[in-house]
Protein backbone atom coordinates (compact mmCIF):
# COMPACT_ATOMS: atom_id res chain seq x y z
CA UNK A 1 0.00 0.00 0.00
CA UNK A 2 3.13 2.23 0.74
CA UNK A 3 4.55 1.87 -2.51
CA UNK A 4 1.32 2.39 -4.35
CA UNK A 5 0.80 5.76 -2.21
CA UNK A 6 4.56 6.73 -3.06
CA UNK A 7 4.15 5.98 -6.96
CA UNK A 8 0.80 8.10 -6.80
CA UNK A 9 2.32 11.17 -5.30
CA UNK A 10 5.58 10.64 -7.71
CA UNK A 11 2.83 10.86 -10.64
CA UNK A 12 1.37 14.30 -9.18
CA UNK A 13 4.85 15.61 -8.52
CA UNK A 14 5.22 15.07 -12.16
CA UNK A 15 2.18 16.49 -13.44
CA UNK A 16 2.84 19.38 -11.45
CA UNK A 17 6.38 19.96 -13.10
CA UNK A 18 4.92 19.52 -16.55
CA UNK A 19 2.20 22.04 -15.75
CA UNK A 20 5.09 24.55 -14.56
CA UNK A 21 6.10 24.76 -18.17
CA UNK A 22 3.59 26.80 -19.56
CA UNK A 23 2.14 29.72 -18.61
CA UNK A 24 1.41 33.50 -18.56
CA UNK A 25 4.10 35.95 -19.01
CA UNK A 26 2.00 38.89 -20.12
CA UNK A 27 -1.43 40.77 -20.26
CA UNK A 28 -1.75 38.82 -23.12
CA UNK A 29 1.23 37.01 -23.65
CA UNK A 30 1.87 33.20 -22.74
CA UNK A 31 5.08 31.08 -22.51
CA UNK A 32 5.52 27.23 -23.56
CA UNK A 33 8.51 25.04 -22.69
CA UNK A 34 8.44 21.86 -24.79
CA UNK A 35 11.53 19.96 -25.27
CA UNK A 36 14.15 22.74 -24.82
CA UNK A 37 12.40 25.04 -27.14
CA UNK A 38 10.88 27.75 -25.18
CA UNK A 39 7.75 29.65 -27.38
CA UNK A 40 6.34 32.92 -26.48
CA UNK A 41 3.13 33.81 -27.96
CA UNK A 42 0.24 36.12 -27.80
CA UNK A 43 -0.18 39.83 -28.36
CA UNK A 44 1.22 43.03 -26.36
CA UNK A 45 4.05 43.31 -24.20
CA UNK A 46 6.07 40.83 -22.28
CA UNK A 47 5.89 41.52 -17.93
CA UNK A 48 9.32 43.01 -16.98
CA UNK A 49 10.23 39.93 -14.79
CA UNK A 50 11.64 40.78 -10.88
CA UNK A 51 13.94 39.19 -9.45
CA UNK A 52 13.22 36.42 -12.10
CA UNK A 53 11.08 35.00 -14.92
CA UNK A 54 8.36 32.15 -14.77
CA UNK A 55 10.91 29.51 -16.33
CA UNK A 56 13.92 30.90 -14.45
CA UNK A 57 14.15 27.27 -12.89
CA UNK A 58 14.27 25.64 -16.07
CA UNK A 59 16.68 28.30 -17.45
CA UNK A 60 19.52 25.27 -18.41
CA UNK A 61 17.26 23.49 -20.17
CA UNK A 62 15.96 25.99 -22.45
CA UNK A 63 18.09 25.96 -25.83
CA UNK A 64 16.06 27.66 -27.92
CA UNK A 65 13.85 30.61 -28.03
CA UNK A 66 10.90 31.22 -30.27
CA UNK A 67 9.13 34.41 -29.93
CA UNK A 68 6.10 34.75 -31.94
CA UNK A 69 5.03 38.05 -34.08
CA UNK A 70 2.39 40.13 -32.07
CA UNK A 71 4.48 40.25 -28.91
CA UNK A 72 5.64 43.73 -28.50
CA UNK A 73 8.52 43.91 -25.83
CA UNK A 74 11.09 41.59 -24.17
CA UNK A 75 10.48 42.01 -20.59
CA UNK A 76 13.29 42.51 -18.31
CA UNK A 77 15.91 39.38 -17.16
CA UNK A 78 13.30 37.51 -19.20
CA UNK A 79 16.12 35.26 -20.61
CA UNK A 80 18.83 36.02 -17.65
CA UNK A 81 21.30 33.11 -17.54
CA UNK A 82 19.97 30.93 -20.36
CA UNK A 83 23.37 29.34 -20.40
CA UNK A 84 22.44 26.67 -22.83
CA UNK A 85 20.31 28.71 -25.70
CA UNK A 86 22.16 28.81 -28.72
CA UNK A 87 19.06 30.62 -30.82
CA UNK A 88 16.49 32.77 -30.67
CA UNK A 89 13.79 34.05 -33.02
CA UNK A 90 12.77 37.22 -32.59
CA UNK A 91 9.86 39.23 -34.49
CA UNK A 92 9.98 43.02 -36.14
CA UNK A 93 6.66 43.77 -33.93
CA UNK A 94 9.36 43.57 -30.91
CA UNK A 95 9.97 47.41 -30.26
CA UNK A 96 11.34 46.97 -26.98
CA UNK A 97 14.00 45.05 -25.13
CA UNK A 98 14.10 45.29 -21.51
CA UNK A 99 16.97 45.69 -18.91
CA UNK A 100 19.09 42.54 -18.84
CA UNK A 101 16.83 40.56 -21.24
CA UNK A 102 19.56 38.33 -22.50
CA UNK A 103 22.46 38.80 -19.53
CA UNK A 104 24.72 35.60 -19.60
CA UNK A 105 23.19 33.91 -22.16
CA UNK A 106 26.64 32.43 -22.70
CA UNK A 107 26.38 30.23 -25.59
CA UNK A 108 24.15 32.62 -28.13
CA UNK A 109 26.16 33.41 -30.97
CA UNK A 110 24.08 35.88 -32.82
CA UNK A 111 21.17 38.33 -32.41
CA UNK A 112 19.07 39.82 -34.68
CA UNK A 113 17.55 43.27 -33.17
CA UNK A 114 14.43 44.10 -35.06
CA UNK A 115 14.34 47.63 -36.99
CA UNK A 116 11.36 49.58 -34.44
CA UNK A 117 13.88 49.13 -31.66
CA UNK A 118 15.58 51.86 -30.49
CA UNK A 119 16.89 51.36 -27.02
CA UNK A 120 19.62 49.06 -26.06
CA UNK A 121 19.17 48.70 -22.16
CA UNK A 122 21.34 48.25 -19.35
CA UNK A 123 23.18 45.11 -19.16
CA UNK A 124 20.73 43.55 -22.46
CA UNK A 125 23.54 41.31 -23.05
CA UNK A 126 26.15 41.26 -20.08
CA UNK A 127 28.14 37.97 -20.11
CA UNK A 128 26.82 36.70 -23.55
CA UNK A 129 30.40 35.39 -23.95
CA UNK A 130 30.01 33.36 -27.31
CA UNK A 131 28.07 36.63 -28.92
CA UNK A 132 30.51 37.59 -32.10
CA UNK A 133 27.83 39.32 -33.69
CA UNK A 134 25.06 41.60 -33.30
CA UNK A 135 23.02 43.36 -35.65
CA UNK A 136 22.42 46.65 -33.99
CA UNK A 137 19.10 48.29 -36.19
CA UNK A 138 19.52 52.00 -37.80
CA UNK A 139 16.30 53.33 -35.46
CA UNK A 140 18.88 52.94 -32.10
CA UNK A 141 19.42 56.19 -30.35
CA UNK A 142 20.75 54.71 -26.84
CA UNK A 143 23.33 52.38 -25.78
CA UNK A 144 22.97 51.66 -22.05
CA UNK A 145 25.05 51.29 -19.21
CA UNK A 146 27.10 47.79 -19.59
CA UNK A 147 24.75 46.82 -21.86
CA UNK A 148 27.78 44.17 -23.98
CA UNK A 149 30.03 44.25 -21.01
CA UNK A 150 32.30 41.00 -21.16
CA UNK A 151 30.73 39.89 -24.33
CA UNK A 152 34.86 38.23 -24.92
CA UNK A 153 33.60 37.03 -28.17
CA UNK A 154 32.60 40.00 -29.85
CA UNK A 155 34.93 41.30 -32.53
CA UNK A 156 33.24 44.54 -34.14
CA UNK A 157 30.39 46.75 -33.79
CA UNK A 158 28.57 48.81 -36.04
CA UNK A 159 27.13 51.67 -34.26
CA UNK A 160 24.60 53.55 -36.42
CA UNK A 161 24.35 56.58 -37.07
CA UNK A 162 20.96 57.97 -34.87
CA UNK A 163 23.14 56.53 -31.74
CA UNK A 164 23.86 59.64 -29.43
CA UNK A 165 25.24 57.96 -26.42
CA UNK A 166 27.28 55.37 -25.08
CA UNK A 167 27.17 54.72 -21.52
CA UNK A 168 29.00 53.60 -18.66
CA UNK A 169 30.78 50.33 -19.68
CA UNK A 170 28.64 49.65 -22.20
CA UNK A 171 31.41 47.11 -23.98
CA UNK A 172 34.17 47.15 -20.73
CA UNK A 173 35.86 44.02 -20.94
CA UNK A 174 34.93 43.26 -24.40
CA UNK A 175 38.75 41.65 -25.02
CA UNK A 176 38.50 40.69 -28.43
CA UNK A 177 37.09 43.86 -30.03
CA UNK A 178 38.95 45.41 -32.66
CA UNK A 179 37.11 47.55 -34.19
CA UNK A 180 34.18 50.25 -33.18
CA UNK A 181 32.56 52.64 -35.63
CA UNK A 182 31.56 55.89 -34.05
CA UNK A 183 29.29 58.77 -36.26
CA UNK A 184 29.46 62.37 -35.48
CA UNK A 185 26.18 62.03 -33.62
CA UNK A 186 27.67 60.58 -30.94
CA UNK A 187 28.01 63.26 -28.10
CA UNK A 188 28.50 61.51 -24.90
CA UNK A 189 30.33 58.19 -24.30
CA UNK A 190 30.49 57.05 -20.38
CA UNK A 191 33.37 56.28 -17.95
CA UNK A 192 35.03 53.08 -18.82
CA UNK A 193 33.04 52.35 -21.95
CA UNK A 194 35.73 50.73 -23.85
CA UNK A 195 37.85 49.55 -20.55
CA UNK A 196 39.22 46.70 -20.81
CA UNK A 197 39.10 46.09 -24.77
CA UNK A 198 42.34 44.45 -24.75
CA UNK A 199 42.42 43.76 -28.47
CA UNK A 200 41.32 47.56 -29.30
CA UNK A 201 44.08 49.73 -30.49
CA UNK A 202 43.11 52.46 -31.56
CA UNK A 203 41.74 55.50 -30.81
CA UNK A 204 37.82 55.95 -30.84
CA UNK A 205 36.45 59.67 -31.71
CA UNK A 206 34.44 61.02 -34.24
CA UNK A 207 34.80 64.68 -36.05
CA UNK A 208 34.07 66.59 -33.13
CA UNK A 209 34.77 64.76 -29.83
CA UNK A 210 37.81 62.61 -28.76
CA UNK A 211 36.07 59.52 -26.76
CA UNK A 212 39.08 57.01 -25.69
CA UNK A 213 42.61 56.07 -26.25
CA UNK A 214 43.50 52.44 -25.52
CA UNK A 215 45.16 52.27 -21.83
CA UNK A 216 48.09 50.22 -23.82
CA UNK A 217 49.72 53.08 -25.32
CA UNK A 218 52.46 54.82 -25.40
CA UNK A 219 53.87 57.92 -26.46
CA UNK A 220 53.53 61.44 -27.47
CA UNK A 221 49.98 61.66 -29.17
CA UNK A 222 48.66 64.89 -31.01
CA UNK A 223 44.48 65.26 -31.39
CA UNK A 224 42.99 66.54 -34.71
CA UNK A 225 42.52 69.67 -35.32
CA UNK A 226 38.79 68.99 -36.10
CA UNK A 227 38.35 68.01 -32.47
CA UNK A 228 36.23 70.19 -30.30
CA UNK A 229 35.63 68.34 -26.74
CA UNK A 230 37.99 65.87 -25.04
CA UNK A 231 35.35 63.44 -23.26
CA UNK A 232 34.78 62.48 -19.81
CA UNK A 233 37.78 59.56 -19.23
CA UNK A 234 39.41 60.23 -22.71
CA UNK A 235 43.15 59.25 -21.37
CA UNK A 236 42.19 58.22 -18.52
CA UNK A 237 44.59 55.35 -17.42
CA UNK A 238 47.21 56.23 -20.27
CA UNK A 239 50.69 56.06 -18.29
CA UNK A 240 52.33 55.17 -21.04
CA UNK A 241 51.39 59.06 -22.57
CA UNK A 242 54.12 61.17 -22.79
CA UNK A 243 52.80 64.45 -24.09
CA UNK A 244 49.82 65.38 -25.85
CA UNK A 245 48.54 68.79 -28.53
CA UNK A 246 45.76 69.64 -28.01
CA UNK A 247 44.62 71.88 -31.15
CA UNK A 248 42.94 75.43 -30.80
CA UNK A 249 39.52 74.24 -31.51
CA UNK A 250 39.26 71.83 -28.62
CA UNK A 251 36.55 74.10 -26.10
CA UNK A 252 36.64 71.54 -23.65
CA UNK A 253 38.06 69.11 -21.39
CA UNK A 254 35.76 66.59 -19.71
CA UNK A 255 35.95 65.24 -15.99
CA UNK A 256 38.82 62.36 -15.59
CA UNK A 257 40.04 63.25 -19.28
CA UNK A 258 43.45 62.58 -17.83
CA UNK A 259 43.04 60.66 -14.75
CA UNK A 260 46.27 58.50 -13.81
CA UNK A 261 48.48 59.72 -17.18
CA UNK A 262 51.47 59.06 -14.89
CA UNK A 263 53.95 59.74 -17.95
CA UNK A 264 52.63 63.41 -18.56
CA UNK A 265 55.05 65.61 -17.89
CA UNK A 266 53.89 68.51 -19.06
CA UNK A 267 50.54 70.54 -20.59
CA UNK A 268 49.87 73.70 -22.89
CA UNK A 269 46.09 74.05 -22.74
CA UNK A 270 45.16 76.59 -26.38
CA UNK A 271 43.01 79.85 -25.67
CA UNK A 272 40.35 77.86 -27.48
CA UNK A 273 39.29 76.20 -24.01
CA UNK A 274 36.61 77.54 -21.69
CA UNK A 275 35.69 74.69 -19.35
CA UNK A 276 38.13 71.83 -17.65
CA UNK A 277 36.28 69.33 -15.57
CA UNK A 278 36.81 67.57 -12.43
CA UNK A 279 39.72 65.32 -11.30
CA UNK A 280 40.93 66.38 -15.02
CA UNK A 281 44.99 65.60 -14.22
CA UNK A 282 43.77 63.28 -11.06
CA UNK A 283 46.92 61.86 -9.99
CA UNK A 284 48.98 62.85 -13.17
CA UNK A 285 52.08 61.82 -10.50
CA UNK A 286 54.92 63.15 -13.55
CA UNK A 287 53.14 66.47 -14.51
CA UNK A 288 55.68 68.84 -13.48
CA UNK A 289 54.12 72.16 -15.99
CA UNK A 290 50.56 73.17 -16.95
CA UNK A 291 50.02 75.97 -18.73
CA UNK A 292 46.32 77.60 -18.35
CA UNK A 293 44.79 80.48 -20.55
CA UNK A 294 42.69 82.89 -19.20
CA UNK A 295 40.16 81.93 -21.63
CA UNK A 296 39.06 78.85 -19.03
CA UNK A 297 36.16 80.30 -17.36
CA UNK A 298 35.85 76.94 -15.35
CA UNK A 299 38.41 74.05 -13.34
CA UNK A 300 36.39 71.56 -11.55
CA UNK A 301 37.40 69.65 -8.15
CA UNK A 302 40.17 67.78 -7.87
CA UNK A 303 41.43 69.19 -10.76
CA UNK A 304 45.38 68.96 -9.42
CA UNK A 305 44.82 66.11 -6.63
CA UNK A 306 48.36 63.55 -6.47
CA UNK A 307 50.10 66.02 -8.98
CA UNK A 308 53.06 66.34 -6.62
CA UNK A 309 55.32 68.03 -9.43
CA UNK A 310 53.34 71.33 -9.29
CA UNK A 311 55.03 73.74 -7.34
CA UNK A 312 53.48 76.51 -7.96
CA UNK A 313 49.50 78.09 -7.42
CA UNK A 314 47.24 77.39 -10.07
CA UNK A 315 44.02 79.62 -10.39
CA UNK A 316 42.41 81.84 -13.03
CA UNK A 317 39.88 84.88 -12.61
CA UNK A 318 37.08 82.94 -10.65
CA UNK A 319 38.62 79.73 -9.59
CA UNK A 320 41.42 78.71 -6.97
CA UNK A 321 41.97 75.48 -8.23
CA UNK A 322 45.51 74.65 -6.87
CA UNK A 323 48.33 75.18 -3.95
CA UNK A 324 51.11 72.72 -3.61
CA UNK A 325 51.47 70.72 -0.35
CA UNK A 326 54.59 71.77 0.03
CA UNK A 327 53.68 75.29 0.64
CA UNK A 328 54.96 77.06 3.97
CA UNK A 329 53.33 79.87 5.87
CA UNK A 330 50.47 82.39 4.75
CA UNK A 331 48.65 82.17 2.00
CA UNK A 332 45.85 85.19 0.55
CA UNK A 333 43.70 84.04 -2.17
CA UNK A 334 43.71 86.58 -4.91
CA UNK A 335 40.43 89.46 -4.66
CA UNK A 336 37.99 88.38 -7.10
CA UNK A 337 37.77 84.65 -6.80
CA UNK A 338 34.42 83.50 -6.46
CA UNK A 339 34.88 79.97 -5.93
CA UNK A 340 37.59 77.74 -4.03
CA UNK A 341 37.62 74.38 -5.85
CA UNK A 342 37.08 70.91 -3.98
CA UNK A 343 40.51 69.96 -3.00
CA UNK A 344 42.55 73.10 -3.56
CA UNK A 345 44.26 72.71 -0.58
CA UNK A 346 43.95 69.25 0.31
CA UNK A 347 47.11 68.06 2.75
CA UNK A 348 48.46 71.31 2.89
CA UNK A 349 50.27 70.60 6.43
CA UNK A 350 52.20 73.27 6.46
CA UNK A 351 49.86 75.94 5.32
CA UNK A 352 49.80 77.84 8.99
CA UNK A 353 46.90 80.49 7.59
CA UNK A 354 45.03 81.42 4.56
CA UNK A 355 42.77 84.95 3.76
CA UNK A 356 39.67 84.41 1.96
CA UNK A 357 38.73 87.83 0.10
CA UNK A 358 34.49 88.41 0.35
CA UNK A 359 34.81 88.20 -3.51
CA UNK A 360 34.23 84.29 -2.25
CA UNK A 361 30.91 82.91 -2.17
CA UNK A 362 31.53 78.84 -2.74
CA UNK A 363 34.13 76.64 -0.95
CA UNK A 364 33.71 73.00 -2.54
CA UNK A 365 34.77 69.65 -1.11
CA UNK A 366 37.45 68.82 1.12
CA UNK A 367 39.24 72.06 0.07
CA UNK A 368 40.99 72.18 2.85
CA UNK A 369 41.32 68.61 3.61
CA UNK A 370 43.61 68.07 6.56
CA UNK A 371 45.48 71.27 6.85
CA UNK A 372 46.37 70.10 10.07
CA UNK A 373 48.30 73.64 10.28
CA UNK A 374 45.54 75.57 10.41
CA UNK A 375 44.70 76.55 13.94
CA UNK A 376 41.97 79.71 12.58
CA UNK A 377 40.17 80.47 9.46
CA UNK A 378 37.56 83.37 8.96
CA UNK A 379 34.38 82.81 6.64
CA UNK A 380 33.30 85.74 5.14
CA UNK A 381 29.69 86.11 4.77
CA UNK A 382 29.89 86.34 0.95
CA UNK A 383 30.20 82.83 1.37
CA UNK A 384 27.15 80.90 0.41
CA UNK A 385 28.32 77.58 -0.67
CA UNK A 386 29.66 75.73 2.02
CA UNK A 387 30.86 71.66 1.47
CA UNK A 388 30.06 70.13 4.76
CA UNK A 389 33.52 68.02 4.39
CA UNK A 390 35.13 71.39 3.19
CA UNK A 391 37.62 71.39 6.42
CA UNK A 392 37.62 67.58 7.47
CA UNK A 393 40.34 66.44 9.19
CA UNK A 394 41.45 69.87 10.02
CA UNK A 395 42.21 69.18 13.80
CA UNK A 396 43.75 71.81 15.36
CA UNK A 397 41.22 74.55 13.75
CA UNK A 398 38.24 76.51 14.59
CA UNK A 399 36.40 78.56 12.18
CA UNK A 400 35.15 81.85 12.44
CA UNK A 401 31.72 82.89 10.44
CA UNK A 402 31.96 87.38 9.76
Known sequence: MRKKILLLFALILSAGIMYAQS???????????????????????????????PWYSFAEQINQVVIKDGVTSIGGNAFWKCSNMTSITIPESVKKIDVGAFGYCSSIRYISIPQDVE??????????????NIYIPNNVTYIGPSAFEDCTGLTSVYIP??????????FQNCTD???????????????????????????????HSFFYMPYSYSGPYAIKKSIKQIADNAFRYCSGLTSITISNHVKSIGHSAFMECTGLNSITI????????????????????VSIPSTVSNIGNFAFHGCPGLTEPIFID???AFLPKSYSGKYDIPN????????????????????????VRSIGPRAFYNCTGLTTIIIPASVIDLADDAFEGCINMKIIYE
Not at 119 to 132: H, M
Not at 161 to 170: E, F, R, S
Request: overall charge negative; hydrophobic content about 35%; glycine content about 10%.
Open 23 to 53: GTCGKSVTWNLNNGVLTISGSGDMDFFYPSS
Open 318 to 320: KVF
Open 119 to 132: YISQLTFVGCYSLT
Open 161 to 170: NKVTTIDIGA
Open 177 to 207: LTSVNISDNVTYVGQDAFAGCSSLNKPVYNS
Open 336 to 359: GISRIAGGAFEECKQLTSVTIPNS
Open 270 to 289: PDSVTYIGDSVFYDCAGLTS
